[in-house]
Structures are given as structure tokens and as C-alpha cells.
């Protein structure tokens, strides 16, 4: 970096940096308020990951996905379509579904209480007694529906009632990792986790290799963090990738790739790990082996859970000696994941002092920098 | 029912009903708000179940009744009266009691602090040191009292300090189930539960037969909901009655009797479950063969607990033959509750939604639009 | 006392007493308004204590104290100084110390997350990537500073940015108990509680006698309550004694000494046992064989930790033989404490309710009505 220009000098470019980038004050992780405006205005009004296709594959097939506050029941149609409604009943408010997923038998969803019925598109099918109530109409009684788009295998939902186009927020994404098929892929591992600290922090901590040496040494080792590069920052989508040191190398304990390349991947795509964040709930890294993405959920301020999921390719998850293999990759992530998890929860705790009232992000962090002005400017759009 | 005139056939009679009944919107089953307000004009104003007078059958006995965020000590003097009295000693505050239950020896409530003694009837008897204290007089600190009101063997308390007529809430039940011998009967088995859902939903449970046929599929069966009559709605009653289909039935799992009749039940009554509901907290259910009571506490706007009593008289809980099939009505009512609690907890849990903002009352849940139009009322009290 | 002249006799002496000393209203034990005040204006503000200096005795060694929401490292240097700074790095506001205590290595101090490195007198010594940020100076960014002082071997910190200066607090301890010589004894013993009351009901629980009769009999056998004495209120401090009624004794089970005097106590000493209150947060109890405080932290407005502490001379803790006699201390006074714990939770629950807006002090809980005064005095200072 050479001050007196204002540029920052990485791999042998020069990228301007600000002059000077101070991080949120520590409140904007701990008030309740601030809270519950990035619920209305990021998390009820954007675009957001719910879930894969694989996950109802079939007609009638149902997952619950919770969203803030709130409770979306994704189901598939008979006519193959994916559909996603509020998971209340509109007589009496009660929540339908009780389990995380399930089957809804002949296409039809029923309330437990008044057995209200509804088809596989919210449609009102029975109401019992309620006939001749003045004025009531079935079609006006519809479940309440949330708007879904679908990408890459992922199920995105959007709960405003006006979304913004699905293109502008994920339309970098549609030309990238084409090679990796990532429709043909299948979840072959789950991390669950639950993490003391608030949603933003895993989205900052997913943007910088700032912390890696320290953190992270053997992750430092296959990918050290002057080999990062952000090549992408558009919508809701910010990414770049990291080089890896080894040839044939990925992101295992012993630094060898977990599997054979995925599906058409190839060139430069085989020395490369990319970290892609989808604002809010989404980070995505295809590997040039796996594909590996965590599905960020928050649960109040200073809570979140975090999904890592694994994808492969079916022909890899049913050969039982490369799963035997892969189970490195798995357990490079799960030590790496929580390694990034005590640091996360470490920041929480302590932006919460009466004495910490912001501090300066290095170059490397401009990328948090960056988030933090979308932040503020979708908390100052109007409700 | 016949939209054109707003009247509602049920068994023979045309019953006005109102032309649009909605519900009410979701957030008074989870403002914290409208609960403290709740407390203040219900639960601190008005008539409500404290317990049964057996539960203090001697002198010197005392049960701990919690009423929202207060406890009020409930005993029986040594002129066999029942006095009620706020846990709270008249020094600094302390709370007196920490047992559920107990016996004050020798007729003294003692504060386990300061060693403040008060007599049974709430007077200040002992005040070590604070003889000569400036202005002080023992009559000007006897214990908070409480009113107490007696009905069929239930004490009933209110914390008001101008309560309105007892008999002007309570009056209704005066003349009914005399048959019963209600202040003769005795607990023979209580069943504790603990909720997740604001008190009134439970309220709502108990006033409409429209989610039987879903619910409880067995209860359907021995009383179908087309049975259902209200016939009483005056003070703080609310009530009504089913037939049983199954002559010399009961609510067992078999569908019969689970004990003789109780003492004088004769006539149609032999064929009927009454359900009553004495707002705010009591539920109370005579059977032609035993009495079944639900006392309901709110612990906070989104939990309760629900203290579910059988009755019957000393005679059947001394033969252990009567007693053994007696359990059939306990294990009925105990599914039955879980079945009720279920779709209770799901009804708190979608009513928190974003989305939903009220729905539409079936006729045969217009005893629930009159509960919502008196809780309106009541919440418009003043302070 | 006389309540026409408006003294109270105690040991022979006419003590001047307000006519009429009424009790804090029950808000002040749980609004978290006022609980927020307290932390601002009394836990931030006021010189307390933080640890014994044998707690971190090799240059290196740090402990980690929670002071309300705030976290504090309180660490020796290499020249033998105690320093405390805001455990909260410069950089992003992770907290540095997970840890209750350890030993940083080579006198350094690093961050988790991004590995900034201070020295143990907080200066920024190292920060990754920092040196071409525009503006940027390690000098400013050093570890917030806590102010430290030491008396009698125990370690006091201040929050504040404008401490008032130490004297003016504690300078009523600093001829005191010279004979016990504080800073040559040690920990012997620690018994960690944690209780479910406002941290001022602590205070006032060890500042007056009036409840001992009632709540501690062999405690009021040993120390009958009419023996005791204040004889210092000044700054923080407020104190007495009270006398025992055995020539030798002590609070131990059998009211015998446990240990053989603590180095120069002689005289009246022998006979008594101190009460000091060090406003807020530690309660000082020097008996003739041994020293016993009490250390306060506030949770939360309904909570706080106690950590009891017995002090004695090394010479004692190295001989077996005396240590088992100690025991009877250690025991008489976990009993004593749990009695104390036990009223202090019932008033927590008390004084909430509705109906307690205040009680009368009897004439021996005068010390309390000056407690309450200076908290009220507190809450009025300016933000």
C-alpha cells in the first residue's frame, strides 16, 4: 500500500483502498432494535437460500425452514414445481406443520386444529361449517404465499410481498461454477451448529484471511493469504478465491485432494478454493473436489445456527473407498469451522463494552467494510 | 345457518349469530404489553379459583397460590374461616412462605428474616424492637389482605382492594350442579401440566367442539360436537353441555361409566358433560360419575400451567375396586389434554407470524368472539 | 431509645436516629432501568475490588474479572507493577482472554482473532498489515486502561476515565488492621456462591444484626447481637464489630478459635469480629485467626456471584494439623452463609410485589438507611 496514492498493492495490482475504514460500533451486534430492522428489511424482504431440491425430491415432499421469527413451509407440487408458503393457517393463525420435514400425504396440507385443508399450492380445499359464513370465500383464504426462485440445485425464498427481481441480487452467480454441475450434485455430509454470536460476524469472518495465520494454520499452509483474490462483488454476491500452494492439493488434513475433480472442473478451477458470500444466508465455496456451503440462520441478536453441507457427485457418494477418503475434507472443515466459531464468539462478547466504540479495518478487511455500508443502507430504507 | 336473517340452527334452534366474527390479531397472544395489562385488570382485579378448601383442611393449614408475578398465602384460622393474605412480610418485603404447602404452628405466620410474627388472621404480633420506633403501630402493618369467597368447596380469592359482588361474576354457578354435592367431593387424582401457549388460548380450547372431529377422535365418538349446547353465559360463566350417544357413558376409554353417579345426578344429567369455563381461570367439567377441573396460571404471555383435579365423593375413592376403574377416566382425559395441549402450543406458536393479522370465527366458535369482546372490554378498564 | 429526644441507646451510648427511616420501594431490587444506572454509576465509576495481588503473582500471570457487562484483565508486569486494561482489542473489539486466569508468555498479550500483540502495559507492540493504513499510529491504539490500587495486599480497580482519587473512598481502611498484616496472608480457602438476589440485598444483609436471633442461633450465641458496634462510616467504608462472649473464641462450630491469632492481633481484638462494607462490592471480616471477605459481583438486576474467601498466615496453611482445626470455620461460616442466602432470595422475591411500596427500618438497621441514601445519591450524579 503506498498512503500517499490511496491504492493497496495485491498480486501485483493496485487497488484502491479508502482512506480510512472504521468498523460499525459494537452496538449494531448487541441492540435489539437494530435486530429486528435486519429482520424486516434484510431477512423478510430478500432473497435468501431455504434449502436444496434433493431435500423434497418428491411430489408432496415438505421441508420447514425458519426465517427470523418466522416459518416457511417449502413443499414440490404434483406437477413438479417447488412452492414455499408462511407456515400459519388462515383461520385461527395456528402453525401447521410441526415437524422439520415430511410428506404431505394426497397433496394435501391440514391444519392439526380445525383441519382446515389446503393443496400443494395454498389453495383453501376444506373448511369445515364455514359455508354459509357471511361473506367468507375460500379463495380469499388462500396460505400466505412466499416467492421462490431456484438456482444451482438451491431453493431461494423470498418472503416480501414485492420482491426485488431474483436477477439483480444472484445474477452473478448464474454464469460461474457452470463446470461444477451444481444441479447434479448431492448433499453427502452435514455440519449442524449453533454459535453464540450475531449473523454479521460469520459474514465478516468469511470475507478476510486477515486472521488466518493465526487462526487457521493449517488452512494458511495449503492456502496461504497473500494468495487471496476477490474477483467478484455484485448484488448480493461478494467472492473471490484463494490459490492453493499444492498441485492437486484441496482443503484436507493432509492437503491432498478428498475426491476426484467435480463434474467439468478443470484449469485454473483445480488449484482454486473460492469463498463466495450470497447476502444474507448463503456461503458458498466450490472446491475444485467438493463443493462445501454453510446455511447462516439467525436465532436472536447474539445467536445464530450455522449448516455446513458437503456436496458431491452422486458416483463419488456411492463409492464407499472414495468416501472413506473423503472423510478428510470433512474433518479439515469441522476443525477449521470451529477454529472460526471460538474467534466469532470471542468478538461478540467483546463489542459489547462500554469502551469499544469502533476501531480501523486493515486491507484486507475492505470487503467488511464494503458489507457494513450495505448494512446501513438497507437498514435506512424505508419499512 | 342462514346467511339472509344471521341466525345459526343448532339442534332445533335458530340462534342469532354476528355477521363477521374475526379473531383477534396475533399480537395479543404475545405482547408482553398487553399481558402486563392483563395481570393488572384480570388476574389482580377479578374473582378467581385459589384452590379446594380440603387442600387446608385444618386450622393452622396453608397452601402458596401464585397469581401471576404475586403468591398469596391461602389458611384456615382457628375459627375455621379461610383467610387469604399476600406473601409478602409488612417489614421489608421479605416473602414469608417458600413451601407450596405447609402448617403454621401455633397459629403464628413468622417471617423467616426478622422474626415479624403475624397472626392467622393477618395481624402483626410481634415486631422485635420496633416498640419504640417513632410512629409505628402494629394495626397499621398487619399482612396485604385478600378477598375470599367459597363455592363448592373451591376457595375463590381477589386481590382487588374493591373487588366487585362475587355474585355478580360468580352468581350463574349458585343454583347449578346442586346434584353434584360439590363441597362434599374430595381430589382423587391431579395432573399437572405445564404449557407453552398464553392462557387464553387454553380458554378458546374450551369453548368451541369445532376441532373435535380432528382433535379427539374418541371424544367425537362418545360426544359428537353436533351435540354441543350453550346454555349459560352471564358474569364470568360460560357454559354448556354434550350428550353422551352411549347411555350410562362417560369420558373413559371405553365409553363407560368410570364410577357410579354421583350423589344426587339423576335425569338428563346422567347423559351430559357440562363444560363450564369461570373466567379467568378455572374450566370446571361435571361428569355424571365424577367432576373434572382445570385451574389455569399464566407464568408469563407465552406459558401457563394447567392443574387439571378429579372429584368424587369419599365413598368411591375408599373402595380400591372403584378406584381401579376409575383410572380408565384418567387415562381418557390425559390423552385428551395432550391432544388439546398440542394443537394449543402450535396455535401460540403461528400466531406469532408477520403475516397473520386475524382470521374468520366458524359459527360454531362464537362463544369465543364473546371471550375477545370481553377481554377488549376488561383491557379498556382504567388503572 | 427515646423516642421524644430522638436517640436510640446502644452499649450506654444516646445514638441520634431519623424519626422516621422507611425502606427503598421493592423497584429498586428489579427495574432494569435502575439496574442499568448502577452499573453506570456505581460498578464503572467507583474504585472496588478486583483480586487478591497473590492471585497473580509471577510477572505474566493475569486474571480475568467481570465487572457487570465489562470484562477486565488484571495483569503483573515485568517490573513488578499490577495494570488492568478493558479485555477488548483495539482492532475489531474481540475479546483477548477467554480464560478466568493464566500466564501470558514472553509478556505478551495477543489477541485471538487477528493476532494484534500488546505488551503487559497494554501499548500496541504488534498489528499485522497495519503500517501503510492511512493515519493509522499504534500509539493510539493501545488497550483501553483500568485504574489499579492496592491496599492490604487486595487489588481495587477503577472503570472510570476520572476516577475520584482512592483516598477519598478508602482511606478509612488504610490505618485499620494493621496488626492483621493483610498483605502476608493468604488464600486458604475459597467457597464460590451464586444467588438469586439484587447485590444490594448482600449489603444489607451484612449491615445489620437485627435478623441474627431468628436466622443464625449459634452465630447470635457466639456474637449476641446487642454486642454490636459501628464504629466507622467514612467514604466507602462503613464498619463495626461485634464482641464475642468467649474468651478465646470464635466462629467456629464449637465457638473456640481455629487458629491461633493472625500475627500482631492482641488486646480488645481478641474479642471481636469485623463487619466492614467497602462500598460496592466487598465485604471485610477480620476476626482474631483468621480474615474472611466477601467478594460481590453483580449478574444481572436479580442475581449476582459471591465468592467467600479466608485469609490466613502462611505458617498456618503449611501446618496440617492446624488446617484440619480450620475447618470449623470454614464450616461454621458456609452455614452462616447459606442462612444469609436463604432470606436475602425470599426478599428478592418479596419485594416484587404489587402490593409492597416500602416498609419501616427498626433503629438497628440504621446503617441500611444510610445504604440506601448513598445509593440514592449515586443514581443522582450525572451521566
Redesign the interface.
Known amino acids: 500500500?503506498?498512503?500517499s496514492n490511496?491504492t493497496f498493492r495485491k498480486r501485483g495490482v493496485d487497488y484502491p483502498v479508502p482512506?480510512?475504514m472504521f468498523?460499525l460500533p459494537?452496538e449494531y451486534y448487541h441492540s435489539e432494535d437494530i435486530y429486528q430492522q435486519e429482520l424486516e428489511k434484510i431477512f423478510?424482504r430478500r432473497w435468501q437460500l431455504a434449502c436444496r431440491e434433493e431435500q423434497i425430491s418428491r411430489p408432496g415432499d415438505f421441508i420447514v425452514v425458519p426465517v427470523g421469527?418466522?416459518?416457511i413451509i417449502v413443499s414440490r407440487t404434483k406437477r413438479d414445481e417447488i412452492k414455499a408458503h408462511?407456515?400459519?393457517?388462515?383461520?385461527?393463525?395456528?402453525?401447521?406443520c410441526?415437524e422439520e420435514r415430511g410428506h404431505f400425504e394426497n397433496g394435501v396440507i391440514?391444519c392439526?386444529?380445525?383441519?382446515w385443508q389446503y393443496d400443494l399450492d395454498g389453495a383453501l380445499k376444506g373448511a369445515?361449517?364455514?359455508r354459509?359464513?357471511?361473506?367468507?370465500k375460500k379463495e380469499d383464504?388462500s396460505l400466505?404465499p412466499v416467492n421462490v426462485r431456484l438456482w444451482g440445485g438451491f431453493v431461494f425464498i423470498n418472503l416480501s410481498e414485492n420482491p426485488a427481481p431474483f436477477e439483480d441480487e444472484m445474477g452473478a452467480l448464474f454464469e460461474r461454477f457452470e463446470a461444477w454441475r451444481l444441479p447434479e450434485l448431492r448433499i453427502a455430509h452435514h455440519l449442524p451448529y449453533r454459535l453464540k454470536c450475531n449473523w454479521k460476524l460469520i459474514l465478516q469472518n468469511y470475507q478476510e484471511c486477515?486472521?488466518c495465520?493465526?487462526?487457521h494454520p493449517l488452512l494458511a499452509d495449503w492456502t496461504p493469504f497473500q494468495n487471496a483474490v476477490h474477483d467478484c462483488m455484485e448484488g448480493a454476491v461478494i467472492g473471490g478465491y484463494m490459490e492453493l500452494t499444492t498441485e492437486g492439493g484441496s482443503m484436507t488434513m493432509d492437503g491432498l485432494a478428498a475426491a476426484p475433480p467435480v463434474c467439468d472442473v478443470s484449469g485454473d478451477d483445480l488449484q482454486r478454493v473460492y469463498y463466495y458470500s450470497v447476502y444474507p444466508n448463503l456461503l458458498l465455496s466450490p472446491h475444485p473436489d467438493f463443493v462445501l456451503y454453510h446455511l447462516i440462520r439467525p436465532v436472536n441478536v447474539g445467536e445464530i445456527t450455522n449448516d455446513c453441507y458437503f456436496l458431491l457427485h452422486p458416483e463419488v457418494m456411492n463409492d464407499a473407498k472414495k468416501m472413506e477418503r473423503f472423510q478428510s475434507a470433512i474433518e479439515f472443515w469441522d476443525m477449521t469451522n470451529r477454529q472460526d466459531w471460538?474467534?466469532c464468539e470471542?468478538?461478540q462478547?467483546?463489542?459489547?463494552?462500554?469502551?469499544?466504540t469502533?476501531?480501523?479495518?486493515?486491507?484486507?478487511e475492505d470487503m467488511l467494510y464494503a458489507l457494513d455500508k450495505e448494512l446501513l443502507k438497507a437498514l435506512a430504507e424505508k419499512k
Chains 1, 2, 3 share one sequence.
Not at 392439526?112 to 383441519?115: D, I, L, Q, R, V
Not at 354459509?132 to 367468507?136: A, E, L
Not at 462478547?349 to 469499544?356: D, E, N, P, V, Y
Open positions: 500500500m503506498n498512503p490511496g482512506e480510512e468498523t459494537g423478510y421469527n418466522e416459518s408462511f407456515n400459519v393457517c388462515r383461520h385461527r393463525g395456528t402453525r401447521i410441526m391440514q392439526p386444529y380445525h383441519a369445515p361449517l364455514m354459509d359464513v357471511s361473506g367468507f383464504h400466505y486477515y486472521h495465520p493465526g487462526v471460538a474467534v470471542q468478538m462478547l467483546g463489542t459489547s463494552s462500554i469502551r469499544f469502533g476501531g480501523r479495518y486493515a486491507p484486507q
